[in-house]
């Protein structure tokens, strides 16, 4: 009696449904980011951090007799204030977001998922892109009402430079946030939010700053930021910041896909 032959598949594929297999790349990095964005909109404390801060900076700023910025202060603090906003989404909310969600097991059980490294890192990233557009273009309206008024060029360079120092914060934060212990991450990312804040305050209040200190100062993301978004708000290109911020966004990224931990 002849045995019948198991070694190959009698039924043709889609007979039985479900078919278990990973599914596409962009649908589930579409996915990933859909579910990314629900959670920084539904958490409080990240919207106090991207929105209520950076709007109430803008105002006060603006309207309050706040240090020499001569008579086109709007146009000086709305790029400023655009990069604290990015930096706090991008960089301190996601590290810290991340570093908790490893610690209460959340990460752990994405990773059993087909989903790779690559996909989370992105995934978070373009959640937070989306979330930055809505603060520029809130942000920019505010500034509008307040007396900004860009040239139609400036807004387009601009947002380069947003999407550029959004996409170098972000992997910074995974790149903390996915590595080292929450309550770790938790005071890091905040001291270095300070530090980062504050070599862009000096970049954005002395002009008369050394040479050198002014280089150190833009070898920093924050300071870099600084100087290349009010550069192309102004129709100009900080071709110096734009390559520091690119450098520390294809490091930080690499380093965060290679080393994430999910645990």
């Known amino acids: 009696m002849t045995k019948p032959d198991l070694s190959t598949n009698r039924f043709p594929a889609g007979t039985f449904s479900p078919a278990p297999r990973p599914n596409a790349r962009a649908t589930m990095l579409a996915?990933?980011?859909?579910?990314?964005?629900?959670?920084?909109?539904?958490?409080?404390?990240q919207l106090l951090?991207?929105?209520?801060?950076?709007?109430?900076l803008l105002i006060g700023l603006s309207l309050l007799p706040f240090g020499d910025l001569g008579t086109d202060r709007v146009d000086q603090i709305v790029p400023a204030v655009m990069m604290v906003a990015v930096m706090s989404t991008?960089?301190?909310?996601?590290a810290?977001?991340?570093?908790?969600?490893?610690?209460?097991?959340?990460?752990?059980?994405?990773g059993a998922t087909a989903l790779p490294k690559w996909g989370i890192v992105a995934g978070k990233s373009a959640a937070v892109l989306i979330v930055v557009v809505l603060q520029a273009v809130l942000l920019g309206l505010i500034g509008a009402a307040l007396g900004w008024r860009p040239e139609p060029a400036g807004l387009l360079l601009g947002a380069v430079v947003i999407a550029l120092g959004t996409a170098t914060f972000a992997t910074m934060g995974l790149l903390l946030g996915g590595t080292l212990k929450a309550e770790v991450v938790l005071a890091l990312a905040n001291v270095?939010?300070?530090?980062?804040?504050?070599?862009a305050t000096?970049?954005?209040?002395?002009?008369?700053?050394?040479?050198?200190?002014?280089?150190?100062?833009?070898l920093i993301p924050s300071g870099a930021m600084a100087v290349a978004l009010e550069d192309?708000?102004?129709?100009?290109?900080?071709?110096?910041?734009?390559?520091?911020l690119a450098a520390w966004g294809l490091i930080c990224g690499f380093l965060a896909?290679?080393?994430f931990r999910f645990h």
């Open 96 to 110: 810290i977001a991340v570093g908790f969600d490893r610690r209460y097991g959340a990460l752990k059980r994405l």
């Open 192 to 199: 270095l939010w300070f530090v980062m804040l504050g070599v």
């Open 202 to 218: 000096v970049v954005f209040a002395s002009d008369d700053l050394p040479t050198a200190v002014s280089v150190l100062a833009r």
């Open 31 to 45: 996915a990933q980011t859909r579910l990314e964005l629900i959670l920084l909109l539904r958490n409080g404390e």
């Open 49 to 56: 951090l991207t929105m209520l801060i950076p709007i109430t």
């Open 257 to 259: 896909t290679k080393f």
């Open 232 to 244: 192309a708000l102004r129709n100009s290109i900080d071709w110096f910041g734009v390559a520091v």
């Open 90 to 94: 991008a960089f301190t909310g996601q």
